[in-house]
DNA sequence: CGATTAATTGATACTTCTCAAATCCTGTGG
DNA sequence: CCACAGGATTTGAGAAGTATCAATTAATCG
């Protein structure tokens, strides 16, 4: 696998790793190891304790953890320029989520004692992490609220909205992640044939088009009523 | 009220603030003022943008957020030498949670500035912050899974376990916090009418005592197994 | 002690789950 | 490139779990 230039990596506007000086910035570039990952493939396995964190460069992955039954809780996605993997370091605590793959991805391993050190030496460097940690617990408590509150029917409605936001549209104007009838079901907290017929509902209502796994959204504004998406 | 000192305040220990040297913490102990709230006072709103945050010296809280109907969500709580707002502060947005003391309170209020100069200062403080942070995200995590995945009835039993774990037990042996049936409702995310159904069936089946809102967990290894709660 | 809020109970309706069976796709190997 | 195996998707029917509405009763707070 080429090894990727930090410097010039176009993820690195986004992330924390802007904050570092071009010292500090070699440093990472001089020990961290690039790796490219298949589709489908795990970077992270809930339980284990990480060496390091992983720089997504390009690629998009999901996070999701076990329930009491062995189902699947996607939690959040990850993509170009996240980091993954900086919680269980920060806390000492075991993964609390599997990081798999949803397309090829391309991502680097950058050790922990890297990212210690550049918490130790550099203030903005954590300050950066912390305020994306925030964020992330920002969107959890309204993730939670959700659950809590909405049927699964405004719940789907919801989750196809932020699937569009988090991702975007293609060229034809599909919303650019492709993901199984299953994996919907595991965001949304439901079984997968109710969301396969909420599914057709919404075709049926014209709010989306569907061709096998990929979606079309062609009445956003009804889907939010639905959704009960006040933003 | 009273201007407590921080250098003996029994809840640092537990704190951030722990981090700091003596100078740091004697510009907190000069900087800060302490405050009394009584039981049912809201100490911040949700959406309003606070100047600093509080350290809870004693006392109990909710931070709670209102879904799409004006529902009340219980996100989590707060105590002894718990940090509020301090998310709000960090990420630069409004305050997510509406935080709302649950009995007499008294907390000392840091303005914000106070808290950028500290992580600026001391990347101990930060390291603690953010393992605070990451905790409260991997319990984030957790809560989703449950509330995606679990019954109504697997979520109340596992409720009532983790009050007790959060704020432990009176001389008598109830759960010491003192809740109504719709702040339960508002926790487990389901209606109060199922809450009080419920209550009155694990009553029923011995696993609870229950007298007003005096709580007793009499078989915490059946209500276990009933929530699914296997730590 | 009223007055208000909280808690309880009952009846009914609705949403969602579960199980089963049939088709449709998709990725893979020949 | 095509056929095939195994997984993914779809549809139906019935059961179960919760929500909702309404009416009482109990508890709490000035």
Partial sequence: MEHFDCA???SRIDSPFHELSVDELTKVQNIKSCTFFK???IIFHEGNRPGGI???RKGKVKLSRLGSDGKEQIIRFGKDSDIIGYRSILSGENLSATVTTLE???ACFVPKKILFDSIEGNPKFSLRIMKEMSRELGEAGR???NLAQKSVRERLAEVIL???TTFGETEEGNVDISLTREELANMVGTATESVIRL???FKEDQLIELKGRKLKITNPDQLARIGKVFD
């Fill in 199 to 201: 599914l057709s509902e």
């Fill in 54 to 56: 992983y720089c997504i």
């Fill in 104 to 106: 090829d991805t391309s």
């Fill in 162 to 164: 932020v699937l569009r």
């Fill in 39 to 41: 589709k489908g493939q």
């Fill in 8 to 10: 010039n990596c176009p």
């Fill in 143 to 145: 993730l939670i609220t």
